[in-house]
Nanobody, 116 residues
């Protein structure tokens, strides 16, 4: 399972750090990432990281967000800086198994609200 933490309310320009703790599966076999969904919008990829540490970011967060993983502690963090109102949404941690058969885990989501 995946358990997120760290969401909350922050002002424009502020920072938040989200964490995702994984358990019950072989963490090294999974790429881990974050999606977000704002009201009335489609879910979009925020960032992802492979087991080897290769990262990828959504265009809207490039240069402001940083994803990292700790393979010993089975955790992934998302450092979010220079937050904007459009970053508001529910952030979901996911894990995608990179060896066959493919399998996904999803967290329950954590709310991030950026107020102006």
């Amino acid at each position: 399972q995946l358990v997120e933490s760290g969401g909350g309310l922050v002002q424009v320009g502020g920072s938040l750090r989200l964490s995702c703790a994984a358990s019950g599966f072989d963490f090294d076999d999974y790429a881990i990432g974050w999606f977000r969904q704002a009201p009335g919008k489609e879910r979009e990829l925020v960032a992802k990281v492979t087991s080897g540490g290769t990262t990828d970011y959504g265009e809207s967060v490039e240069g402001r967000f940083t994803i990292s993983r700790d393979n010993r502690r089975n955790t992934v963090s998302l450092q979010m800086n220079s937050l904007k109102p459009e970053d508001t949404g529910v952030y979901y941690c996911y894990a995608r198994r990179v060896v066959t058969p493919t399998f996904f885990y999803w967290g329950q989501g954590t709310q991030v609200t950026v107020s102006s």
